[in-house]
Every structure is written in structure tokens, then in C-alpha cells.
């Protein structure tokens, strides 16, 4: 495993008496991919958020390019090239699109942000026309392209992301799919939760099954995806 990449080892979060993460462990190579799948309450999100320093977490390693992200607190963890796009989106409702945009930038030098901006409405083109509207104002959909966006103004070598298909229509699924899928091909590495298990499979090279805070099964994204115990839990089938 490569010091560039995301390394977890034996991850344990509790919320007081009730244990959320019990020992998960994963990795993700510069570059490469993972989804997390599970039902509600099977420790997907708290996962990403002891990762991103949002929850007090224990781990035998916490690792992104050999530094450990332990103790680390989120605006540090940004600083090292990991950018999360929370559940529910998150945007500033009474800040125009460009500011919400440029709060994802905030500790990065002004040199430049024009620039990156324009990366986002290019990837994003539907959101241009709203530059000086109120985020508040936006459709879901509309508000979910601008989480991402915001998230990609701080240059990610990481993007987490937690249910970015929640309470979307297919036809902006599959918009965003697209994005995504062109950052990959960017280079750019990637961590999603998702209970939309198609997506998931489509998006990712390997992927992990949770279960009540445990990791019960993992592999690659094809073969968790023709395996008939997981088409008939996730997939319906």
C-alpha cells in the first residue's frame, strides 16, 4: 500500500454506551476508490466523519499520504487534500452560489479561485447561470451540485462523499454519475457512502458491506455486485 493513499485500521466509534464502528478497516490507493454500503444505522456515516475529525474516534492507524489523521481537526485535515461532501448537502442557504463556492477555498491563497470557480460551473454548467443567486434559492439537485463543487474548490487528492443521490431525481443521479466518473479518470481518489447500491457499484472499483458498525463483506465492486447474497439485500434481486 502505496503512503499517497487512505489507510484505516481497526476503527472503533461510540456515541456514550452505543458503539457505532466496531473495528473497521479499509484502504484506498492514490487514485483509486471505495464504496460503502449498508442500511440506515450500519455505521456508513459515522465512518467518514471519525475520518474527516467530526467525531471523536479511536484507530490502531488513520493514515492519508503517511500522515496520520488522528487527533488532526477538520481544517487540518483539509490542508492535506481530503475534501468531504456531507449528507444533506450543507450549503450556506443565504450565500450567493459564488460565495458558498469560494468558502470551499478558504484556505487556499486568492490566486487562482477564479480560475477554479470557472472548473466548477464547467463540470457543473447548469450552476453558472445562479453565480449571484442565493444558495438558498436552489433546487436539491442544483444545491448538490454546489456541495460538490465547494468541495472541489480546495483541489482534492481525496473526495468523500456521503449520499450525494439522497432525495434526487434519476436524471440528476445520473448527471452527477457523470461528474464523478470524469474525476476518476482525473485522478482524483475517492471514498462514497451511498445506499443507492447501483450507483455505488458503478462508481467504485472495490467496495465494503457494513453491518451494524462492522465490515461484513468487502471485494471488488463487480464481483460484491453479481454476488446473489448482496443483489438480494441491496439490489432487490
Same mark, same amino acid.
Given at each position: 500500500?502505496?503512503?499517497?493513499?487512505?489507510?484505516?485500521?481497526?476503527?472503533?466509534?461510540?456515541?456514550?454506551?452505543?458503539?457505532?464502528?466496531?473495528?473497521?478497516?479499509?484502504?484506498?490507493? %492514490?487514485?483509486?476508490?471505495?464504496?460503502?454500503?449498508?442500511?440506515?444505522?450500519?455505521?456508513?456515516?459515522?465512518?467518514?466523519?471519525?475520518?474527516?475529525?467530526?467525531?471523536?474516534?479511536?484507530?490502531?492507524?488513520?493514515?492519508?499520504?503517511?500522515?496520520?489523521?488522528?487527533?488532526?481537526?477538520?481544517?487540518?485535515?483539509?490542508?492535506?487534500?481530503?475534501?468531504?461532501?456531507?449528507?444533506?448537502?450543507?450549503?450556506?442557504?443565504?450565500?450567493?452560489?459564488?460565495?458558498?463556492?469560494?468558502?470551499?477555498?478558504?484556505?487556499?491563497?486568492?490566486?487562482?479561485?477564479?480560475?477554479?470557480?470557472?472548473?466548477?460551473?464547467?463540470?457543473?454548467?447548469?450552476?453558472?447561470?445562479?453565480?449571484?443567486?442565493?444558495?438558498?434559492?436552489?433546487?436539491?439537485?442544483?444545491?448538490?451540485?454546489?456541495?460538490?463543487?465547494?468541495?472541489?474548490?480546495?483541489?482534492?487528492?481525496?473526495?468523500?462523499?456521503?449520499?450525494?443521490?439522497?432525495?434526487?431525481?434519476?436524471?440528476?443521479?445520473?448527471?452527477?454519475? %457523470?461528474?464523478?466518473?470524469?474525476?476518476?479518470?482525473?485522478?482524483?481518489?475517492?471514498?462514497?457512502?451511498?445506499?443507492?447500491?447501483?450507483?455505488?457499484?458503478?462508481?467504485?472499483?472495490?467496495?465494503?458491506?457494513?453491518?451494524?458498525?462492522?465490515?461484513?463483506? %468487502?471485494?471488488?465492486?463487480? %464481483?460484491?455486485?453479481?454476488?446473489?447474497?448482496?443483489?438480494?439485500?441491496?439490489?432487490?434481486?
Amino acid at each position: 500500500m502505496s503512503a499517497a493513499g487512505l489507510v484505516v485500521e481497526n476503527l472503533r466509534v461510540s456515541y456514550g454506551q452505543v458503539t457505532a464502528v466496531r473495528g473497521v478497516s479499509f484502504s484506498i490507493p %492514490e487514485g483509486g476508490s471505495l464504496g460503502v454500503i449498508g442500511a440506515n444505522g450500519a455505521g456508513k456515516s459515522s465512518t467518514l466523519k471519525a475520518l474527516f475529525g467530526l467525531v471523536e474516534a479511536r484507530a490502531d492507524a488513520m493514515t492519508f499520504q503517511g500522515v496520520s489523521l488522528c487527533s488532526l481537526p477538520p481544517h487540518r485535515i483539509v490542508t492535506l487534500g481530503i475534501a468531504y461532501v456531507p449528507e444533506g448537502r450543507r450549503i450556506f442557504p443565504g450565500l450567493t452560489v459564488r460565495k458558498n463556492l469560494l468558502m470551499g477555498a478558504y484556505r487556499r491563497s486568492w490566486r487562482g479561485l477564479g480560475e477554479q470557480v470557472e472548473r466548477v460551473y464547467e463540470l457543473f454548467p447548469g450552476l453558472r447561470r445562479f453565480d449571484r443567486t442565493l444558495a438558498g434559492a436552489l433546487s436539491g439537485g442544483q444545491q448538490q451540485m454546489l456541495a460538490i463543487g465547494r468541495a472541489l474548490m480546495s483541489a482534492p487528492r481525496l473526495l468523500v462523499l456521503d449520499e450525494p443521490s439522497m432525495g434526487l431525481a434519476p436524471v440528476l443521479i445520473d448527471d452527477i454519475a %457523470e461528474v464523478l466518473r470524469r474525476l476518476r479518470r482525473e485522478g482524483v481518489s475517492m471514498l462514497l457512502v451511498e445506499q443507492n447500491a447501483r450507483l455505488t457499484f458503478g462508481l467504485t472499483d472495490r467496495c465494503v458491506v457494513l453491518e451494524n458498525g462492522r465490515l461484513v463483506r %468487502e471485494g471488488p465492486s463487480s %464481483e460484491l455486485r453479481d454476488d446473489p447474497g448482496v443483489r438480494r439485500v441491496y439490489l432487490g434481486m
